[in-house]
Structures are given as C-alpha cells and as structure tokens.
C-alpha cells in the first residue's frame, strides 16, 4: 500500500480557505482505530457545500471532504474488525468535525462502520449513501407511524435528487401509490421509470397556500423544506405524517400549528449522521431486502474524484439527477 494518496481537502491557504485535490500521507491521518483502503465516495447537497465553501460544513481546518465513503479494512485495533472485511461509514461528523471520505485512505473509529450487506457491492453502498439510507430512514418513519399503503398516496418532494429518487423507488416497492414532486420536466420519465404514479409541479408546494387545505396526501418524504413542507403540511389527511429530512428550499417553516392540532398531523424529524447504530443496521438490511437494484443503475453514475468540483457545482444548482458515486481511485 502506498504511503501517499489523494485527497479533496479544505485547508487554509495564504490566510484564505480553499477546497483542493492533493497528496497527503498516512501519518497525516487521524488516530482512530481502522485504516480503510477506500474504494467509493458519494455526492450528497452537503458535499457540495462543502466543497464549494457555500456553507460553513467543517468546523475547522484542514478538513477532508465526503460524509461518506466504503472500502475495505487494512489495519483495525477493534477485534470485531479484521483486514478484509468490507465496510461502509455514513455521516458521524465526517467532512464537519472529522475527516471524510474523499480520499484513498482514511482513518476511522470502529463505532462509525457499518458491515456492508451481502446483497451489495462496495459500488452499490455509495450509490446509495447517506441520501438512499436517509430515505430508508424517512421511509421507517412513516411505517412505524403507521402509515399503511391502504391509508392512500404519499408525496416524495425533491422527487429528482438522490433522497427524492431512492425514496421512490422504495416506496412503490412496498406497495404504496407515489407521487413525485419536480420542476424539471426533463425527469418526468425517469421518476415514472423508478414507481411514481403522478407527477406533481414543485411550483404548487413552493408557493404559500392556505393554513388548512384541502386534504390530499397520507404521508410524505420531504427534503426541501421550507414554504415547499409548509405547503405540505397543510395537506395531509387527518392522522397522516410528513418525515422531514432537508433543507434544499431552504431552512425556514412558515407554516402555522393548524395541521397538527386540527388534524393530528405529525412531522417527523429525520437525522441521518448521529443515528444509533441498531437504526443505521436495520436500515441497511432493509435497503438490502427492500431496493430494487435494477432501479439503483437506472438512477445511478459514477464520476472521478478529479470532477468533484464541477459536480458540487451542478447538485447545488439542482442539476444532478438520481445518484452521483465517487470513484476516490479515478
């Protein structure tokens, strides 16, 4: 193994901090307890602001950048770890406090590690990353809620991003009636391709409607935020539920208390980062059983890390579509 790697790093230069690709050293790394040999990243709205310097993502510097990665163990000072297995980190911090996963080796705590399910690549775990396992966790949400296929459709926002696309083509997998929500007309196809059943226009939801209105959805998976989840809200059917886990539209909520004291309406928070690992665990036994993996390659491509410039640039101008892996070797 090569003492030298490629890194995405956001480092200060000259008093000013800039995102850059160059060559770090094993004693560079962090003194955790796992070297992985990594394999794949994978492009996420926060990876984008944080490699664009849009947003405040690493709490200091230098900082690696990519809240996810997947590769397979080198040296472990866990006994429940060995060199060889294959295993997969999704959020704890990484590219905010700790250093993430784009890079060719990084250094991380055996608490973080996921083992990767026989059902799936290395490749296949970063196409779905932290946007697919955030919406196997909206989609947990809603059934523990006890919102059933019977109880009627549910709304996907943002239907043409990776938590958006992942969510339904669990959903309709389990036999719920999707409907998607975009503004890109070009991706009508697609989301019908992956099991929505309706096409919603985004400007609909983004623009301030009524407190209370029609009743319309029995859940939702929403990763927008903003006037599109207040909209939303006043939506859903008596008893229903909106599993919230974005802020693509941004961070605000303007909407009033009426859906929740006049139609027991729940919003549902979903934290994809500090998630207990027996969540994250049942999580990604359900993507195994549950995600069509014909579906995954349908909303899936791979990009070298040498791109991901131009690729934060494009998922934060909303131009991406479905899932972006990083190749970290490319």
């Given amino acids: 193994m090569s003492e030298t790697f490629k890194a995405v790093i956001r480092e200060e230069v000259d008093g000013q901090p800039v ?27 926060k990876d984008g602001l944080a490699v664009s310097g849009k ?32 295993v997969l980190v999704n959020g704890w911090g990484l590219s905010e406090r700790h250093w993430g996963g784009y890079t060719q080796r990084q250094r991380v705590k055996s608490d973080w590690l996921v083992r ?8 296949q775990t970063m196409a779905i990353g932290t946007a697919g396992y955030t919406s196997m966790l909206c989609v947990l949400a809603l059934e523990d809620h006890g919102i059933t296929p019977d109880q009627g459709e549910i709304l996907v926002t943002g239907a043409g991003g990776g938590v958006g696309s992942v969510a339904i083509a669990l959903l309709s997998r389990l036999g719920y009636r999707v409907a998607a929500s975009t503004g890109r007309a070009e991706t009508h196809d697609y989301l019908k391709r992956l099991g929505a059943s309706e096409i919603v226009d985004r400007a609909t939801l983004s623009e301030r409607g009524r407190p209370l209105d029609k009743e319309r959805w029995a859940g939702a998976v929403d990763s927008v935020g903003s006037q599109t989840l207040a909209t939303l809200l006043a939506q859903i059917k008596y008893g229903g539920a909106v ?88």
Wanted: one cysteine or more; proline letters at 6%.
């Fill in 19 to 45: 995102t850059r690709i160059r060559e770090l050293g094993l004693a560079d790394l962090p003194a955790h307890d796992v070297l992985v040999d990594v394999a794949y990243s994978t492009l996420n709205y």
């Fill in 55 to 86: 947003a405040p993502i690493a709490r200091s510097l230098p900082m690696v950048c990519g809240v996810d990665l997947a590769g397979t163990i080198v040296e472990s000072a866990n006994s429940d770890y060995k060199p060889g297995d294959k």
């Fill in 243 to 330: 599993a919230a886990c974005g802020l693509a539209g941004g961070n605000d909520l303007p909407a009033t208390v009426l859906p929740f004291i006049l139609r027991g309406v729940s919003l549902l928070g979903v934290d994809s980062v500090m998630a207990p690992k027996a969540k994250r665990e049942r999580a990604w036994q359900r993507l195994a059983s549950d995600l069509d993996q014909g579906l995954l390659a349908e909303m899936t491509e791979v990009e070298p890390m040498s791109n991901i410039f131009a690729l934060a640039d494009k998922i934060l101008a909303g131009q991406t579509r479905g899932r972006v892996v990083i190749d970290v070797n490319a």
């Fill in 116 to 123: 990767v399910p026989d059902a799936f690549t290395l490749e």
